[in-house]
């Protein structure tokens, strides 16, 4: 059964850090580029960052360049993102999945809020 798991959000105020988790299964996941999405209130769901199957690459997105960087443990079927000097504009579900054109259901994100 392909499922996408995500993990690690909550409150947070103005400067801090979270780190969330992607669990994937019931697919081959080294073989894929594995994605962080978000979709904040109002707003269509946008890419923040990928990272190619191997991890050897990874793309972030300008809005968040030198502040979020991702990572995978194929082993583990794992992702991961890290997020430092969290602004409130960052404030949105998070969503792993695969690349645009290779989307899986999507799972049920996990919230972010940045606030003080």
Not at 18 to 30: P, V
Not at 43 to 57: D, H, Q, T
């Amino acid at each position: 059964q392909v499922q996408l798991v995500e993990s690690g959000g909550g409150l947070v105020q103005p400067g801090g850090s979270l780190r969330l988790s992607c669990a994937a299964s019931g697919f081959i996941f080294s073989n894929y580029v594995m994605n962080w999405y978000r979709q904040a209130p109002g707003k269509e769901r946008e890419l923040v960052a990928g990272i190619a199957n191997s991890g050897s690459i990874t793309n972030i997105a300008d809005s968040v360049k030198g502040r979020f960087t991702v990572s995978r443990d194929n082993a583990w079927k794992m992702m991961y993102l890290q997020m430092n000097s969290l602004k409130p504009e960052d404030t949105a579900v998070y969503y792993c999945n695969r690349d645009r054109g290779l989307l899986l259901p999507w799972g049920q994100g996990t919230q972010v809020t940045v606030s003080s």
